[in-house]
């Protein structure tokens, strides 16, 4: 029991040597197929203004500056062990202006209002303590048209795993797609599911209303 609210803490916030050097290793491996799905789904354009939040090691922070060229993209994670690890992935990008990187909490929501084009997210809403709530304002933040992507696996699949419930919480992608368009007030809400090697990876989009 121990060992499980170890290792899912490290999962929600990476910390120490076990954090910068094992975990950032396995989110690379472990999310690969997930975070294609989700690259796939943002449909990028170069000029996208976009946001990740809890960007791991940097992974989709690297592969979206290499695709703008006009664009931008911010991130905002938790663990300073993934912001350490993100940084040294992502100079180039960092002082070339086409990356930012920041130490923080999305569920405080430290952007201004219609400043993004696109947020994404990958498997990190399993820890958000209030995911209604951070929804409804990380939809403030995006621009009028403007779209939100949730990468996740599904709830039947998660429980097969030895996680501590006190720190996961498991949705469905019905969960998910009632969250987008209840409390985000985004509509076009879409699902998107593709069959990896293990386990099925989940992709739910909304676009904000324009108003």
Excluded at 103 to 112: A, S
Excluded at 163 to 173: H, I, P, T
């Amino acid at each position: 029991m121990i060992l499980s609210k170890y290792i899912s803490n490290q999962y929600r916030k990476p910390s120490g040597i076990i954090g910068r050097f094992i975990m950032s290793r396995f989110f690379e491996i472990g999310n690969a197929e997930l975070n294609n799905l989700v690259f796939e789904t943002l449909s990028l354009t170069e000029q996208d203004h976009v946001l990740e939040i809890g960007f791991g090691p940097g992974t989709l922070i690297k592969r979206a500056a290499e695709f703008l060229s006009d664009g931008i993209i911010e991130g905002i994670d938790l663990s300073e062990s993934m912001v350490a690890t993100a940084l040294k992935k992502n100079r180039k990008h960092i002082n070339s202006g086409k990356a930012k990187i920041q130490l923080g909490d999305i569920e405080k929501v430290p952007f201004e209002n219609n400043r993004f084009d696109k947020i994404f997210t990958v498997n990190t809403i399993y820890f958000w303590e209030n995911p209604s709530t951070a929804i409804s304002k990380i939809s403030h933040i995006l621009k009028p048209g403007g779209k939100l992507i949730i990468g996740f696996h599904d709830r039947r699949e998660m429980e097969k795993i030895s996680l501590d419930m006190e720190v996961f919480r498991f949705y469905s992608k019905d969960n998910i797609s009632e969250l987008l368009s209840v409390h985000g007030s985004l509509n076009e809400i879409d699902i998107i599911s593709k069959r990896g090697k293990h386990n099925t990876c989940y992709c739910v989009s909304g676009t904000k209303i324009n108003t």
